[in-house]
């Protein structure tokens, strides 16, 4: 028997994040989407620090995340350019994460957002997983996100159109969303809104996906926050000058007030007049 039981054989265990590629090898499609990412990133910390004062939580930019365990293994991978993950440690035993491994955490990403650079084809591909094993069809991005991840909140930015689609999960598909009033599209879970902002961010002025809060605020960068900041110094320090020219001047007729009281006074003493009375 115990002969019998030392020749079985284990599969081997699942790969984990350090035993997968952490690249396809791609290009970064245009010069926006590095930037987009730090914007989006940047904006919504103190939003991820007040929904995680652990620290548990993780976000990907152009990261893989594998669902399924292919040959080879991209293939079984899917990166969105920018998504965000509760309630995960945003390091692996001291590790930097290379990728998010689906099969290893079962958590999901809450939102997932992709920055076409195209018409979007790709991004909306709802290809099902083909049945045949032996079938080299890959399954579509759209799919993939709705169907296995099950990403609830998926985003789809136009670069060159300057479009933007928003999705949410209903009844395990999704529903494209209308934006609101203001144009943009809360998130319940994270409480804040996403939307198109026209401005300059890095020496580009472009069209950029942004976040704004439950009444419309737009959440700013920490080099937007320090140069509100400057201004905001600037101004007191400008509206003190003006309080002190202003006391300054005022001062200054004062005093003119008594030279010529001090003229007149001398003036009615040499005429024999009492300047008191």
Known sequence: MSETASKIELPPPFPDHTQLPE????????????PQSIILTDSLTPVLAELHPNGQYAIGQDCGIYWQETEPPEQGAEAPDWFYVPNVPPMLEGQIRRSYVIWRELVAPTVALEFASGSGEEERDRTPRSLNPEDSIRPGKFWVYEQIIRI?????YEIKTGKLE?????SGFYEQLEPND??????APLGVELGLWQ???????????????RDGNLLLTGWEQTE????????????????????DRAE???????QKAARLAELLKAAGLDPDV
Request: net charge negative.
């Open 23 to 34: 690249s396809d090898g791609t290009f970064v499609k245009n010069f926006q989407e590095h």
């Open 152 to 156: 609830p909140y998926y985003g789809i």
């Open 166 to 170: 928003f999705y949410t999960l209903v």
């Open 182 to 187: 203001r144009g943009h599209y809360p998130i």
């Open 199 to 213: 401005g300059n961010y890095q020496n580009q002025n472009q069209l950029w996906l942004r976040w704004w809060d």
């Open 228 to 247: 509100l900041e400057r201004l905001h110094v600037e101004r007191e320090r400008d509206r003190a000058n003006t309080e002190r020219d202003r006391a």
């Open 252 to 258: 200054s007729e004062l005093e003119r007030e008594r």
